[in-house]
């Protein structure tokens, strides 16, 4: 499939970063972010297409992991799906929290470009906020099944594939 703009939903995103010091220049550009999360929403009609995708430090993300996963370390990528109050309609998807460090720390050892890796956690963060799981292997295979699909839009790599 080919990875021109006619794959990809319209979106709008803030873009926060959290940043203290680092190589920020390694961060997804807006650009970046609108075609990954776009082909996501694409492939599901979604009407929703706001939400946030912040850049944070390592503190930042093991305090949020810790306190709504209940694991007490920092983590790549959490997502925060946005549900509205009763009978109010809002085009909010919810927001993703990514740790620079922890996702540059993985694609080194990973043998992966940061850039690839942060393309996938920005999609399998997506597939969160759009209700996808991996708890069952059987969600497993489907979510991953997908991002593959996704990933390959952009000529990336298997993520699920050993190093060579």
């Given at each position: 499939?080919?990875?021109?703009?006619?794959?990809?939903a319209?979106?709008?995103?803030?873009?926060?970063?959290?940043?203290?010091?680092?190589?920020?220049?390694?961060?997804?550009?807006?650009?970046?972010?609108?075609?990954?999360?776009?082909?996501?929403?694409?492939?599901?009609?979604?009407?929703?297409?706001?939400l946030?995708?912040?850049?944070?430090?390592?503190d930042?993300?093991?305090?949020?992991?810790?306190?709504?996963?209940?694991?007490?370390?920092?983590?790549?990528?959490?997502?925060?799906?946005?549900?509205?109050?009763?009978?109010?309609?809002?085009?909010?998807?919810?927001?993703?929290?990514?740790?620079?460090?922890?996702?540059?720390?993985?694609?080194?050892?990973?043998?992966?470009a940061t850039?690839?890796?942060?393309?996938?956690?920005?999609?399998?963060?997506?597939?969160?906020?759009?209700?996808?799981?991996?708890?069952?292997?059987?969600?497993?295979?489907?979510?991953?099944?997908?991002?593959?699909?996704?990933?390959?839009?952009?000529?990336?790599?298997?993520?699920?594939?050993?190093?060579?």
């Open positions: 499939m080919s990875t021109d703009a006619k794959v990809t319209a979106v709008e995103i803030d873009r926060q970063v959290a940043l203290d010091e680092g190589d920020i220049e390694a961060l997804p550009t807006l650009v970046d972010l609108e075609r990954w999360v776009g082909v996501v929403l694409a492939a599901h009609d979604e009407a929703r297409t706001e946030t995708v912040r850049f944070v430090e390592r930042e993300s093991q305090a949020l992991n810790r306190d709504y996963r209940g694991k007490d370390k920092p983590t790549n990528v959490l997502s925060f799906p946005f549900e509205a109050p009763p009978g109010i309609e809002l085009p909010l998807l919810g927001d993703l929290v990514i740790c620079h460090e922890v996702v540059v720390q993985e694609a080194g050892d990973q043998h992966k850039a690839d890796h942060y393309a996938h956690l920005v999609m399998h963060g997506c597939l969160h906020l759009l209700g996808y799981d991996h708890i069952e292997e059987e969600e497993a295979d489907a979510m991953e099944a997908l991002e593959r699909e996704l990933l390959a839009r952009f000529a990336i790599a298997d993520p699920y594939r050993p190093p060579a």
